[in-house]
């Protein structure tokens, strides 16, 4: 029986082993990071801690090797490990969003509003002219919209990084021309940039930007060079109205409680799916909400954009770039609204349901 036994608890002892040191790898990288990101103090402070992070996660992980040797030994390795991982993790569960940072100057206002009926008076609604990708000429303004004019929404995705990844946008039309677009945007402050990693490791705040079209588009679309894709959506009336409030409610709640922008969690897909599943419950979660690229054919397959034309057809007519590159600045808004649009499809307004066809 003894012989039987050992050569099967040899290879289990060898995947215990391996999962055990897979898993400690990996928190000492997500410890490391998390220091790396998140740890105040000067370039020296934050290696030091570094490298007393790594050593102590180190020594834990060979601890095996000496633990029938020095079996002493190979546990206050382990203890010390241990009583590492719970300080990190009480600093970081510690770390809190603040609304008060020196923020760069695209991201330092917060909308905020006031409501009487179909009446909304925003505030802050940026309206930069943009000369680089880093530099601008400011503008925040208020402006008032009725909602009984809202007549169309539209999405918008922005490639920046392949296929997969975009930065989405929601933008709302009226009857008498204007426009006005809502982004979930990292708020960083004035000396950071943005990073992928960062965004998992509460490197930045979110905010939510309301902006004229003239401004954050064609920031994308003409400054930076991103590949900008516009799509109709169809949603009712009473449905484009609870979306508008519904951006207007989570602006009041970053307001009070500011939150942490998340890559993966809280980004700037995730939120607007969060607040259109209010709206149309029961929408299938897919990997596409995450992998923001391919949000187009997500919408696609629910029924939201236009279906007498295929996705690639609306792909190519929503292609805004060679149009906005042909008007101005100082053309006005309402006439790069106007030319982005030239050529894009109108999905019917009653097509969003919570399966797909």
Known sequence: MALSVRPTRRPLRILGHSVRAIALIATIGWGALAIH?????????????????????????????????????????????????????????GLTPRSDRDWAPDVARQLSYEREGDRVTLHDVRDFEWHTPETATPHWETREYDLSQLDRVDMIVSYWMGPAIAHTLVSFGFDDGRHLTFSVEIRR????????????????????????????LRLRSNVRGEDVYLYNVGLSPAARRELFLAYLDEADRLRA?????????????????????????????????ILSGYLPAYVYDIGGLDS??????????????????????NAGSEAFSRAIRDGVPVADGETVHASPP
């Not at 939150?259 to 979660?285: E, Q």
Request: hydrophobic share 45%; net charge neutral.
């Open 37 to 93: 990101f998140e740890l105040p103090g000067s370039p020296g402070v934050v290696i030091s801690t570094l490298a007393v992070w790594c050593l102590v996660g180190g020594v834990a992980l060979l601890a095996p090797l000496w633990q029938r040797a020095r079996p002493h030994l190979a546990l206050a390795a382990r203890c010390s490990f241990v009583i590492a991982l719970i300080t990190l993790v009480a600093w970081w569960q």
């Open 308 to 329: 007498s034309h295929s996705l690639e057809f609306l792909r190519q007519r929503g292609h805004i770039n060679p149009r906005a590159r042909q008007i101005p600045y």
């Open 257 to 289: 409680d500011p939150a942490f922008y998340n890559t993966l969690t809280s980004n700037c897909t995730t939120i607007v799916f969060d607040m259109v599943d209010k709206i149309v419950p029961g929408l299938p979660r897919d990997i596409r909400l």
């Open 189 to 216: 402050e004035r000396d950071e940039a943005f990073s992928i990693s960062g965004g998992f490791f509460k490197q930045f705040e979110v905010n939510l930007i309301a902006a004229d079209e003239n401004d954050i």
